[in-house]
């Protein structure tokens, strides 16, 4: 995002300044205080992990997914993690720096793009989680992880997830100033969203028809990068190309609502 693409005056090299900027502090303030810091962006997703992989491997009969089944796991609840984290900041992002947000002269979607910054550096730092769970798997699981050429599209993932999380996020804000019903609204979206999501499964483990209703979850396609690099049986053309669409669509509509929104936001703060 520039701020051309907002309307908002002041140079990109200005505004990409402010964000890193006001995304460091986010990083500062959230780890300033805790004795455990860096750790917390890992243990999460490492703890979710762990459970669904004994409920799914040592209590019942997995019937979804792939081996080794952690790994499979991970792949997707890093990139979720970074998703809900992010959506549900999005919801108090104006509110909880109204004054800041009223009287600075910075493009006010800075305010959205920090919160994917901050959390998608989270999302990076966690990466070695994932790599971890590799090389064991490698080492002592019966079928060992395929590392292929579809771990070049990892990046691309990040990439369309930003491009996501940015359009959602200039949607979902401003929204929230003028519906403060929506904050709660959206904890409950999410909810649903992580069991309509294929994170403890794939889509290909849909039968019929909701296969094809999932594709058309964006997350279907981005997870289906996330993972194709060490399990190529996931890959799904339907969902990676209507996530592609459907991403680029939500950034535009995103822009657009903003650009409206604004000022009654203003007004509201």
Same mark, same amino acid.
């Given at each position: 995002?520039?701020?051309?693409?907002?309307?908002?005056p002041g140079s990109p090299r200005r505004y990409l300044h402010a964000?890193?900027?006001?995304?460091s502090r986010d990083l500062r303030v959230r780890y300033?205080?805790?004795?455990?810091?860096?750790?917390?962006?890992?243990? !999460?997703?490492?703890?979710?992990?762990?459970i669904y992989w004994f409920v799914f491997t040592q209590v019942f $009969?997995?019937?979804?997914?792939?081996?080794?089944?952690?790994?499979?796991?991970i792949t997707a609840l890093l990139p979720w993690v970074w998703?809900?984290?992010a959506v549900s900041d999005f919801t108090r992002a104006f509110t909880r720096d109204a004054r800041l947000v009223r009287s600075t002269s910075i493009p006010r979607s800075i305010w959205v793009t920090r919160i994917v910054l901050s959390k998608g550096i989270?999302?990076?730092?966690?990466?070695?989680?994932?790599v971890g769970f590799v090389v064991?798997?490698?080492?002592?699981?019966?079928?060992?992880? $395929?590392?292929?050429?579809?771990?070049?599209?990892?990046?691309?993932?990040?990439?369309? $997830?930003?491009?996501?999380?940015?359009?959602?996020?200039?949607?979902?804000?401003?929204?929230?100033?003028?519906?403060? !019903?929506?904050?709660?609204?959206?904890?409950?979206?999410?909810?649903?969203?992580?069991?309509?999501?294929?994170?403890?499964?794939?889509?290909s483990d849909l039968p019929g028809a909701f296969s094809q209703l999932a594709a058309f979850n964006p997350l279907s396609g981005i997870f289906t990068l996330y993972r194709v690099g060490f399990f190529p049986e996931v890959w799904d053309t339907l969902s990676v190309v209507v996530s592609v669409v459907m991403c680029v669509a939500f950034l535009i509509a995103g822009v657009l609502v903003f650009r409206r929104l604004e000022r009654n936001v203003l007004k509201e703060l």
């Open positions: 995002m520039t701020t051309a693409a907002v309307g908002a964000l890193w900027i006001l995304s300033a205080t805790s004795a455990l810091g860096y750790l917390w962006s890992i243990l !999460d997703p490492l703890v979710m992990s762990l $009969q997995r019937t979804v997914g792939h081996d080794p089944y952690i790994v499979f796991l998703f809900n984290a989270e999302f990076l730092c966690s990466l070695p989680v994932l064991v798997a490698a080492v002592t699981s019966v079928t060992p992880v $395929q590392v292929g050429w579809g771990l070049l599209l990892f990046p691309v993932a990040v990439l369309l $997830q930003t491009m996501l999380l940015v359009g959602l996020g200039l949607l979902v804000a401003p929204l929230c100033v003028l519906y403060s !019903d929506l904050e709660r609204t959206t904890k409950l979206i999410l909810r649903v969203l992580f069991y309509a999501s294929p994170i403890i499964y794939s889509v």
